[in-house]
């Protein structure tokens, strides 16, 4: 095996408000899947000159996207009607979950999972197995097949579900502490420490969670956090101590620069302020937030607040896999607040910017040099509206504003994990 190199419109984005752009690019792999080199054609460096080169002409070569809050167990749920995130938890997730106890069903699930994250682009993702071990094993098992950053973990809930999802303190500990043991720093694998929200956690289970964080300080922990009024007058009920929903996280100590919290879309400016103090991130979640009437979340009073903000697709809440109608809708939703994202924010935001939120920036995110080669291949064109709409398109930024508005995994030729094709369309 020796180094070969990947052309075409090569292009990702340092910050967000950079689009680095070369309209004929090129990016050298390393046999292990790194990058060596990257930047324009005519700047290829002379002992990479006889590569061999898989041209992609026209097509855009962008970093892989990072979804940085999805759920595993859901993958065949989009599109499932509840009331509202109370109502469709009862009717619909808790009994898809429990489907994942069978060890059988976890692996076929975690097959489609992962085939459809690939063919939507998407790389890397810190994702919510359910409460069994039989799924974390699946996903990870198949993730590490497959060369993907993986971050994933069992859900910790033993309240207020159905015995068959429900765990208790103890055992939602002795797991995680065994399921770190068996996958965590494997291959591109990260354990998550993942209670599912305050309503379904015990606040013993809750400490817990906090004793697996403090003895794992740079491991990620995940949960939802100020979703649905509902949830947020259930969580003032079974915690009448605690001043807000996020004080009942942060008096387990389970905030912090590795935590992530889903959705956070009715905080007050006190917790907005304790959350940006810790450097813990919210991440948003469009199309399930309006999909389950929870709310509209306000992108740029969250940065106002110096919150720190990631981007997903929470399938299946979400209705897309596709991060591109995750970014169209987000687009949207901050437009209904006054407030238009560029585009370079948006795709930031898709790429690296999910990767600082997971701290895996270094690894990932972008075309620097030493990062894997995690690639995506687009074709601006791909659909005969897209087809139509580029002809009015004048640079880089009209041909992607187009694209995250219009496109979805059509528009995704190919996909290379650490180096490898692991999608083509086709």
């Known amino acids: 095996m020796s180094n070969f190199m990947i052309k075409g419109q090569v292009i990702d984005f340092p910050d967000a408000q950079t689009i680095r752009h070369h309209k004929k690019g090129a990016i050298v792999v390393s046999p292990q899947g790194k990058i060596i080199w990257s930047g324009a054609s005519r700047k290829l460096p002379k002992q990479h000159a006889k590569l061999n080169v898989l041209d992609h002409g026209e097509k855009l070569v962008m970093p892989g996207f990072i979804d940085p809050h999805i759920h595993f167990p859901q993958y065949r749920m989009l599109a499932a009607p509840g009331k509202d995130l109370l109502d469709w938890l009862n009717r619909f997730t808790f009994p898809e979950e429990a489907l994942f106890k069978n060890e059988d069903h976890a692996v076929r699930a975690a097959k489609i999972f992962l085939s459809m994250l690939l063919a939507n682009g998407t790389t890397s993702a810190s994702a919510f197995c359910s409460?069994?071990?039989?799924?974390?094993?699946?996903?990870?098992?198949?993730?590490?097949?497959?060369?993907?950053?993986?971050?994933?973990?069992?859900?910790?809930?033993?309240?207020?579900?159905?015995?068959?999802?429900?765990?208790?303190?103890?055992?939602?500990?002795?797991?995680?502490?065994?399921?770190?043991?068996?996958?965590?720093?494997?291959?591109?694998?990260?354990?998550?420490?993942?209670?599912?929200?305050?309503?379904?956690?015990?606040?013993?289970?809750l400490?817990?969670?906090?004793?697996?964080?403090?003895?794992?300080?740079?491991?990620?922990?995940?949960?939802?956090?100020?979703?649905?009024?509902?949830?947020?007058?259930?969580?003032?009920?079974?915690?009448?101590?605690?001043?807000?929903?996020?004080?009942?996280?942060?008096?387990?100590?389970?905030?912090?620069?590795?935590?992530?919290?889903?959705?956070?879309?009715?905080?007050?400016?006190?917790?907005?302020?304790?959350?940006?103090?810790?450097?813990?991130?919210i991440i948003h979640c469009p199309t399930s937030n309006t999909?389950?009437?929870?709310?509209?979340?306000?992108?740029?009073?969250?940065?106002?607040?110096?919150?720190?903000?990631?981007?997903a697709t929470d399938v299946g809440g979400g209705t897309s896999y596709s991060m591109f109608k995750t970014m169209g809708e987000a687009y949207k939703v901050a437009m209904l607040s006054g407030?238009?994202?560029?585009?370079?924010?948006?795709?930031?935001?898709?790429?690296?910017?999910?990767?600082?939120?997971?701290?895996?920036?270094?690894?990932?995110?972008?075309?620097?040099?030493?990062?894997?080669?995690?690639?995506?291949?687009?074709?601006?064109?791909?659909?005969?509206?897209?087809?139509?709409?580029?002809?009015?398109?004048t640079d880089i930024t009209d041909t992607l504003f187009s694209l995250i508005t219009l496109a979805d995994d059509r528009s995704i030729m190919a996909t290379y994990v650490a180096g490898k094709r692991k999608y083509r369309a086709g």
Request: glycine share 6%; charged share 20%; proline share 4%.
């Open 207 to 281: 400490r817990l969670a906090g004793v697996l964080l403090k003895d794992n300080p740079d491991m990620i922990m995940q949960t939802h956090l100020s979703e649905n009024h509902d949830e947020i007058t259930t969580v003032a009920k079974q915690f009448p101590q605690a001043r807000d929903y996020t004080d009942v996280y942060d008096s387990f100590g389970l905030l912090g620069k590795t935590s992530l919290f889903g959705h956070g879309i009715h905080l007050s400016q006190d917790e907005k302020a304790r959350l940006a103090e810790t450097q813990s991130r």
């Open 291 to 311: 999909f389950l009437g929870s709310g509209l979340f306000d992108l740029n009073a969250a940065k106002t607040a110096g919150m720190k903000v990631g981007l």
């Open 131 to 205: 409460s069994h071990v039989q799924s974390v094993d699946a996903l990870f098992s198949i993730a590490a097949q497959f060369g993907m950053c993986m971050i994933a973990g069992k859900t910790m809930m033993d309240s207020n579900a159905p015995d068959d999802v429900r765990d208790t303190a103890q055992q939602s500990y002795d797991d995680s502490v065994t399921l770190i043991e068996r996958w965590h720093g494997n291959d591109r694998l990260q354990y998550a420490i993942t209670p599912r929200f305050a309503v379904t956690s015990s606040p013993e289970q």
């Open 339 to 393: 407030y238009k994202p560029p585009v370079s924010e948006l795709l930031h935001m898709a790429t690296l910017g999910n990767a600082q939120c997971l701290n895996i920036d270094e690894s990932t995110g972008s075309f620097d040099e030493g990062k894997w080669a995690d690639i995506i291949v687009l074709d601006p064109q791909a659909t005969h509206t897209q087809r139509f709409r580029q002809q009015l398109s």
